[in-house]
Nanobody, 115 residues
Framework: QVQLVESGGGLVQPGGSLRLSCAAS????????MGWYRQAPGKQRDLVAG???????NYSNSVKGRFTISRDNAKNTVYLQMNSLKPEDTAVYYC?????????WGQGTQVTVSS
């Protein structure tokens, strides 16, 4: 079974930047959708940013202009560049790949924005 390995989370001060990565454990022929979600304590998991196989992107209103999602198809990897981070961005961030009829989630990586 394909696993997703996330990296790049951590502690950053407000206004700082982080880059998250999520890579598949094996080669996938075509990934329909790659997305980043986040879940803060006591809240539901929400979509932050997504990118389709054709390269179309969408973002939640709360991160537009600050976050950028990108993908490297050759490496089966998706990235989330997060700039101008705010304390309200603090959450566990999860990646998700959709390929064929399958959806696979990463294990999550903690992002904490605090001074």
């Amino acid at each position: 079974q394909v696993q997703l390995v996330e990296s790049g989370g951590g502690l950053v001060q407000p206004g700082g930047s982080l880059r998250l990565s999520c890579a598949a454990s094996e080669r996938l022929l075509y990934i329909n959708f790659m997305g980043w979600y986040r879940q803060a304590p006591g809240k539901q998991r929400d979509l932050v940013a997504g990118i389709t196989g054709g390269g179309s992107t969408n973002y939640s209103n709360s991160v537009k202009g600050r976050f950028t999602i990108s993908r490297d198809n050759a490496k089966n990897t998706v990235y989330l560049q997060m700039n101008s981070l705010k304390p309200e961005d603090t959450a566990v961030y999860y990646c998700k790949f959709a390929y064929g009829s399958v959806e696979t989630w990463g294990q999550g990586t903690q992002v904490t924005v605090s001074s």
